[in-house]
């Protein structure tokens, strides 16, 4: 039962971002939020199981990258940059900026997630360069590039600059970061300035 009331709070979050109640998820179920409250104690109880569970989802998704041989480093790297839990349920970024307003130790946790855990990617980068696959580069400014571009990504003025979910925004900054933004033209000469001054 427990997660047959998961499920609804997820399809929830989809459709209404944070903004349901206990009241509206026993509804849809067709039972009474006593029910619900033997498996949830809150609202927010809810939300974290479901963080807990995307992060673990992340974890796991990763490590199936990372032991797939039929990929090599960079292709692992591309792959593990743009990971999100299976059924993601934050695909609209402004339900991150709901869950950073609203329960912001929840938010922590996500927010740890996105800083820290950086080791398998530190060891595909690795891989990468010693295969010549990668350019030799300055690994930490690459993980806080990201981090920081995916930060500013969650600001919901951004966001609403944008108009794009989540998971197609970690792919075109995946691609800006390891492909860059040339077109593959004649090579901008030394000292020359492609319309920016």
């Known amino acids: 039962m427990k997660e047959r009331i998961t499920e609804v709070v997820r399809e929830e979050i989809m459709k209404r971002g944070l903004k349901f109640s206990l009241r509206d998820i026993a ?4 039972m009474s939020t006593k029910t619900i409250y033997q498996y949830y104690e809150s609202k927010e109880h809810m939300i974290s199981y479901i963080v807990d569970q995307s992060i673990a989802d992340m974890r796991e998704a990763e490590q199936e990258v990372m032991n797939d041989t039929s990929l ?3 292709q692992k790297l591309r792959m593990a940059l743009v990971i999100l839990p299976r059924g993601f349920v934050f ?3 402004h339900v991150f900026h709901d ?5 912001p130790q929840l938010w ?9 855990g950086w080791d398998n990617i530190r060891i595909l980068i690795q891989e990468g360069v010693a295969a010549g696959i990668l350019r030799p580069f300055h690994v930490e400014l690459f993980i806080q590039t990201y981090i920081g571009a995916l930060n500013q990504l969650m600001d ?8 794009l979910s989540l ?4 792919v075109q900054m995946v691609e800006f970061l390891m492909q860059g933004i040339l077109d593959g033209g004649p090579e901008v000469k030394s000292g ?3 319309g920016a001054e």
């Open 167 to 170: 998971d197609k925004v970690l």
């Open 192 to 194: 020359e300035r492609s």
């Open 108 to 116: 922590r946790e996500v927010d740890a997630y996105i800083k820290h």
């Open 99 to 103: 869950l950073k307003q609203r329960y």
């Open 27 to 30: 509804a849809s179920l067709g």
């Open 156 to 163: 919901i003025h951004v966001a609403n600059k944008i108009e």
């Open 72 to 74: 090599n480093a960079a």
């Open 91 to 93: 695909k609209d970024v």
